[in-house]
């Protein structure tokens, strides 16, 4: 029987009221469905922006293109903004572990292969390459939760159902402690409704200060991506 996002709610809230009752849903059975869910996604496509504190200033990505094949392809194309035309592929031991990408504009016919955790590479970025897809952002909520679970600390509820890019999603809120090896101070996670996926992280410091905001739009699962989506040689690119 497929688990529903308020069963999730439900064990979230569950899992940090501090007594031990026994209830009928846990927060591990919880992330294994949203674990369980994302395993049934082989590659996807979807248009992201984000803004992230990068080196002391507030660097914006905006509409830009990504598609991902598990377990290691990565195509990203920018379309606004001073990056606007650049693509980057990454698919790995096809580029020897490299980025292959190329800058937009009158120096989009000059090639690059770089290394993905390379300071050039994460020069405008907190994220590597590694850390864009959804997985990654499934992992930060259940390393998060955890953590939580285990210190006996921190607060998981639900706040509302909100409309995200004309799509029904749940939005909660975490909120843990200075210093006790979370992510950050507030979370804000939107799941989307009907695929009980994340696609919205907006993420507060210490101080309350935006950290980082991260938006999946235009979200499509299991297109059927091929090797070609992963080629400088694809036609439809500009290599």
Known sequence: MRMTSYKILFAFLIAFIPNKQIYAFDLDSAMKIVEAKYATVNDYTCNFSKEEYHDGEYVQWKNVIFKYRKPDNYYIKWTEGSMEGTEIIYA???????????????????????DPLGSIAMRNSRHSIFESSIGFLIKLMKDNIKEAKNQNTGKIEFIKIVKLNNRVAELYKAEFPVDKGFYGHIIYIYLDNLLNLPVKLVVYDWNKNLTESFIISNLKINVGLKDIDFDAENNSYEF
Do not use: C
């Open 92 to 114: 790995g031991k096809k580029y020897n572990y490299k980025m292959k990408g190329h800058l937009g504009g009158i120096l989009n016919l000059l090639n690059f292969d770089i």
